[in-house]
């Protein structure tokens, strides 16, 4: 139930993005108070494209400062703002332009596919973006038989996995995904024989094996909703069970431990959004040289559908 105090600050929340003229765009990981306000609430993916599709002067956006930047590359002449400046990405710190450049320099010429959960100077850097929803499938689009993948080994073993192509890993990954173990998932199994488990490709390699489905949380929001499934282990982040639950009354839905929160995905409130709102802060800004080069990597994804 929605407290007195919650009320009050979503009215002035509506107040304040009808003045502004502002779209709340809110990934799958958030609170589930904040996915309620949600203009639009969807993956990686998803998001990038509303963000560059969106008539808005504001873009407020509730997730990780990685997919503020995307935005606001996207949408360089909208005003973009995170309501937590601190809401930052474990993995995506895990390389920059100075650390991806030393990577290319001992793989020479080849071409590299950058996760979207990247710095926009790590994206300008780099050829082509993916997200979890298409990595395969613009991996493929790639006219080179080897490519350098960045910066999630857990997500590029597993388009290594399904392509002919040798993808050359750099050693970062996704902590709250790893967080969860093969014997958690085993477990889970145990105690819900007739679950299905779906599993995000920033788990390791040992739990996406045990998967049935390999996707990203939009794709798995449809699947459950497209299949009869009535129990599933979610080998992902705990935010996805809000909308789960919501949409899939009767259904089950189980955590395989009590690890799987990226605490940067919480650091977002209701009331952050608020304030957000009201001072128009914290304004999302990237260098217009860095913009025009991380734009082609992002536009190179999207144009593969
Ligand atoms: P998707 O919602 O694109 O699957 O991304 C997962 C994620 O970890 C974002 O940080
Ligand atoms: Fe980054 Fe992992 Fe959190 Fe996504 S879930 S924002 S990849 S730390």
Redesign the pocket.
């Known amino acids: 139930m929605t407290a007195q105090t919650d009320i009050e600050i979503i009215d002035r929340i509506n107040q304040l993005r009808r003045e502004r003229n502002a779209v709340i765009l809110v990934h799958n990981?958030q609170l589930g108070e904040v996915q309620d306000i949600a203009d639009f609430a969807g993956d990686s993916l998803e998001l990038s494209r509303k963000a560059a599709s969106t008539n808005a002067d504001v873009i407020v956006f509730c997730g990780?400062h990685f997919m503020a930047e995307t935005a606001k590359i996207l949408s360089p002449e909208k005003t973009v703002l995170i309501p937590d400046l601190h809401a930052g990405?474990?993995?995506?710190d895990m390389i920059d332009a100075a650390r991806l450049r030393e990577f290319k320099a001992q793989h020479p010429g080849l071409p590299v596919v950058a996760y979207v959960?990247t710095s926009a100077e790590v994206k300008a850097e780099s050829d082509i973006c993916v997200t979890s929803a298409n990595a395969l499938k613009v991996v493929e689009s790639l006219d080179a038989d080897e490519i350098i993948f960045v910066p999630?080994k857990s997500l590029g073993s597993y388009v290594a996995s399904k392509t002919s192509k040798k993808v050359i890993l750099y050693p970062g990954y996704?902590?709250?995904?790893h967080r969860i173990l093969a014997q958690d998932v085993l477990r889970a199994k145990m105690e819900h024989p007739n679950a299905v488990v779906l599993a995000h490709p920033?788990c390791t390699t040992d739990v996406v094996q045990l998967a049935d489905v390999v996707a990203s949380t939009s794709q798995m929001i449809r699947w459950v909703a497209e299949h009869d499934a009535e129990e599933i282990i979610l080998c992902t982040?705990r935010g996805i069970i809000h909308k789960l639950e919501k949409d899939n009354p009767g259904k089950r839905f189980y955590n395989p431990n009590s690890l799987n929160i990226?605490p940067?995905?919480k650091k977002i409130t209701l009331e952050k959004v608020l304030w957000s709102l009201e001072d128009m802060e914290h304004e999302v800004t990237v260098p217009e040289d860095i913009i025009t080069r991380a734009k082609k990597a992002i536009d190179g994804m999207l144009s593969i559908g």
């Open positions: 990981y990780v990405c474990p993995m995506a959960n999630d996704c902590p709250t995904h920033e982040e990226c940067n995905m």
